[in-house]
């Protein structure tokens, strides 16, 4: 038979019932072969559970439109952030980490850059962009010289106070700790309040957080990340315990405050029984709920020290690196650059309500119609100081929370505590 022949009986073939249902089967098997050589990248993404639902249904979607050939995988973490970094920590210890994107607290950048966990970006941004960030957020970010991570927004320690209290008695915000003692003294007495200044006293990380603040605004620090010198056996140290332990002796402080963590506070002080706060941008948006009884009565400013100078606000907030061992480094940045994006982290904020790193963000028309208060939020992270940027971070906050909390619940005397958390802090640093 020839060729031609051949050919002519295959169509006539095709036209039949049976030939048909294999052509359109045939056109089905060419287009799952096209589509599966040209699936898309699948990027490993880890953050907490409460984090995850926001990020899906709004910047990840929103990426994943624009960018058809990329696909990220969000995988919900425990809410607790030290356990989160425990996940991360033993992923790239045991080598093939399945992360890619990797989405790091402040505090983890210095111990996953040390870990070689990390590809540097340096080369990838340029100054005039960065400098688009607040400069602590993109310092927090640097590590020897080089960039491992870039802002995805920020979060810092703030002094929250009763506006409509310290005007109807006369008082000016407070601008240094003597003030703080003074109105607080003042507005108990005259049964304003129950209590005048609420702080985070248990052993954990957001009494190290809330420690730095007290510390930088006694003129004192915890660990120099240049000479690696230790601090926290200073006379300034004991000044700032002598000011923590002063707010309960004299009762300006509940006796329980060294039990307190962030959402123990934030609930006394919403329910109109302090006047004053030290917490997080989160306690905002919940103070001036609808049914809040503090709703449009409250101040905000950064934590105050010894003099009007010297008050400082603990740096927070959360970016995004590159994992050394992702397959995907290219696609890893393309998503970064879009996430800390300008558009994109103003949708960002405007529905979940979270801190910008943008600067530009602080003072946009959109933001500041919702949230008012964002250029003095501003004033506070450009003041902002961090916690030591050492690989042994976790290590020394362990040992400075344990020691604070013998000294502020009298099981061992300020200096006795702060001598062996100096000590430890040492041997731990050589």
Same mark, same amino acid.
């Given at each position: 038979m020839t060729i031609h022949k051949c050919q002519h009986k295959i169509v006539q073939k095709l036209k039949s019932p049976i030939g048909i249902f294999f052509a359109v089967l045939l056109g089905i098997i060419l287009s799952i072969q096209q589509v599966l050589s040209q699936q898309a990248v699948v990027l490993n993404l880890l953050m907490t559970a409460p984090d995850a639902q926001p990020w899906k249904t709004g910047i990840v979607k929103d990426f994943e439109a624009k960018n058809p050939g990329i696909r990220i995988n969000v995988i919900e973490g425990p809410n607790a952030t030290n356990l989160l970094e425990d996940l991360y920590t033993s992923a790239f210890i045991l080598g093939d980490s399945p992360y890619d994107i990797v989405n790091m607290d402040v505090i983890w950048t210095p111990k996953f850059a040390a870990g070689g966990w990390l590809r540097d970006l340096s080369d990838r941004i340029t100054p005039e962009e960065l400098a688009a960030f607040s400069p602590k957020d993109v310092e927090a970010g640097i590590i020897e010289g080089k960039l491992y991570r870039i802002p995805m927004r920020s979060d810092v320690g703030v002094l929250y106070y009763r506006e409509d209290l310290l005007k109807q008695q006369g008082f000016q915000p407070p601008e240094t700790i003597a003030d703080l003692l003074k109105i607080s003294q003042a507005l108990k007495k005259q049964g304003k309040t129950n209590w005048g200044y609420l702080w985070q006293g248990r052993q954990y990380e957001g009494a190290a957080a809330m420690f730095v603040e007290v510390?930088?605004?006694?003129?004192?620090?915890?660990?120099?990340?240049?000479?690696?010198?230790?601090?926290?056996?200073?006379?300034?140290?004991?000044?700032?315990?002598?000011?923590?332990?002063?707010?309960?002796?004299?009762?300006?402080?509940?006796?329980?405050?060294?039990?307190?963590?962030?959402?123990?506070?934030?609930?006394?002080?919403?329910?109109?029984? *302090?006047?004053?706060?030290?917490?997080? =941008?989160?306690?905002?948006?919940? &103070?001036? $709920?609808?049914?809040?009884?503090?709703?449009? #009565?409250?101040?905000?400013?950064?934590?105050?020290?010894?003099?009007?100078?010297?008050?400082?606000?603990?740096?927070?907030?959360?970016?995004?690196?590159?994992?050394?061992?992702?397959?995907?480094?290219?696609?890893?940045?393309?998503?970064?650059?879009?996430?800390?994006?300008?558009?994109?982290?103003?949708?960002?904020?405007?529905?979940?309500?979270?801190?910008?790193?943008?600067?530009?963000?602080?003072?946009?028309?959109?933001?500041?119609?919702?949230?008012?208060?964002?250029?003095?939020?501003?004033?506070?992270?450009?003041?902002?100081?961090?916690?030591?940027?050492?690989?042994?971070?976790?290590?020394?906050?362990?040992?400075?929370?344990?020691?604070?909390?013998? *000294?502020?619940?009298?099981?061992?005397? =300020?200096?006795?505590?702060?001598? &062996?958390? $100096?000590?430890?802090?040492?041997?731990?640093? #050589?």
């Open positions: 510390l930088e605004g006694f003129g004192g620090f915890w660990v120099n990340p240049k000479t690696l010198e230790v601090g926290l056996d200073r006379p300034e140290t004991l000044k700032a315990i002598a000011f923590l332990k002063q707010t309960t002796q004299s009762g300006i402080s509940p006796p329980g405050v060294t039990t307190y963590i962030e959402e123990d506070t934030r609930r006394i002080f919403q329910s109109g029984q *302090a006047a004053f706060l030290r917490s997080w =941008p989160y306690v905002w948006p919940l &103070a001036n $709920a609808k049914d809040s009884p503090i709703k449009g #009565k409250i101040g905000i400013k950064s934590m105050v020290g010894i003099d009007p100078k010297s008050g400082a606000a603990c740096l927070g907030g959360w970016g995004l690196g590159i994992a050394k061992s992702s397959k995907h480094p290219e696609e890893a940045w393309k998503a970064i650059k879009y996430f800390t994006s300008e558009e994109a982290q103003r949708r960002f904020i405007l529905n979940a309500g979270f801190v910008p790193s943008r600067r530009a963000l602080f003072t946009d028309p959109e933001i500041l119609a919702k949230y008012p208060h964002y250029p003095k939020l501003l004033e506070i992270v450009e003041k902002a100081v961090l916690r030591p940027p050492i690989a042994q971070y976790a290590q020394a906050s362990d040992i400075l929370q344990r020691y604070l909390s013998a *000294a502020l619940t009298n099981s061992m005397t =300020p200096e006795s505590a702060m001598k &062996a958390a $100096a000590n430890e802090t040492r041997r731990l640093l #050589k």
